[in-house]
């Protein structure tokens, strides 16, 4: 690395324009007095003994009386501690700079288009952790295991969970056991499908199928953005397919979540 670039990653570092020519000159040097010092670091005499003091009090140097003040540079140790420390801190403020890019907070926003698959998968799981009284989701079995925790907690909660799961067409239905205790009603759709989940008809999770050229998100907490949504789901990704769980009572008090299933239902018996 050149000195310059040397002296400016000191500054970055928290160190002075002055303090950080002054370390890079004694390191440089060796063991000096602080006048030579001040003329080969190109720091005026009048302030070399204010960034000495100042170094020293960082631990960067060590200063002694011989016929005049002398200064060396203390062993790099606490120094390298310092930088690192620094560093890590520029690489955690990193990583944050990139979450927040990627993981936009949609509170006051209607909808936010995000670019990482994760992302909405973990929008979705705080969505589904927040429900209140209805889930419908369109998953892989994949994607439904890496929800299933938040899903069985809803359930758990009193929660309508509806999934519709989707397998490759020459794949047959899933066993129902890893819907026990989990879902409400379970459907089986011999298509790959996008990932869809609705929130309480409130709040929406969308991303392409994993095939997609374009695979990027939309998340939405919007009652009228996800009624658009909620339409598609119950045509496209629900009422077509045939269910392969249920654990809904068949006989009467039954309660239901959705209208248009309730009158669906009891037309028959009126």
Same mark, same amino acid.
């Given at each position: 690395m050149e000195t310059e670039a040397l002296i400016e990653t000191f500054r970055e570092a928290g160190l002075s324009p002055y303090q950080a020519s002054t370390y890079v000159a004694l390191l440089d040097v060796g063991a000096t007095s602080a006048t030579e010092l001040a003329a080969t670091a190109d720091v005026p005499s009048a302030r070399i003994y204010d960034v000495l003091r100042a170094l020293e009090s960082r631990g960067y140097v060590e200063t002694y009386e011989r016929e005049h003040l002398c200064v060396r540079a203390h062993s790099p140790a606490e120094v390298l501690d310092d930088l690192r420390s620094r560093a890590r801190e520029f690489e955690e403020a990193a990583e944050e700079v990139e979450t927040r890019w990627e993981q936009p907070d949609i509170k006051g926003a209607r909808a936010s288009l995000v670019r990482r698959f994760d992302t909405v998968v973990d929008q979705a799981r705080a969505f589904i952790e927040a429900a209140s009284h209805q889930v419908q989701l369109s998953v892989s079995l994949d994607e439904y295991e890496s929800l299933r925790t938040a899903l069985q907690s809803a359930h758990d909660r009193g929660i309508s969970v509806r999934v519709t799961v989707y397998t490759s067409p020459d794949e047959g239905a899933p066993p129902e056991s890893p819907f026990a205790g989990v879902c409400t009603e379970v459907r089986h759709r011999r298509l790959p499908g996008p990932f869809v989940a609705l929130i309480d008809r409130h709040q929406t999770c969308f991303a392409h199928h994993a095939d997609s050229v374009d695979r990027?998100?939309?998340?939405?907490?919007? @009652?009228?953005?996800? #009624?658009?949504?909620?339409? #598609?789901?119950?045509?496209?990704?629900?009422?077509?397919?045939?269910?392969? #769980?249920?654990? @809904?009572?068949?006989?009467?008090?039954?309660?239901?979540?959705?209208? @248009?299933?309730?009158? @669906?239902?009891?037309?028959?018996?009126v």
């Open positions: 990027y998100g939309v998340l939405v907490d919007d @009652r009228a953005h996800t #009624y658009v949504f909620n339409w #598609y789901f119950q045509t496209c990704l629900w009422d077509p397919w045939p269910l392969v #769980y249920s654990d @809904r009572p068949s006989d009467p008090p039954m309660e239901y979540v959705d209208l @248009r299933q309730c009158i @669906r239902e009891i037309a028959p018996m």
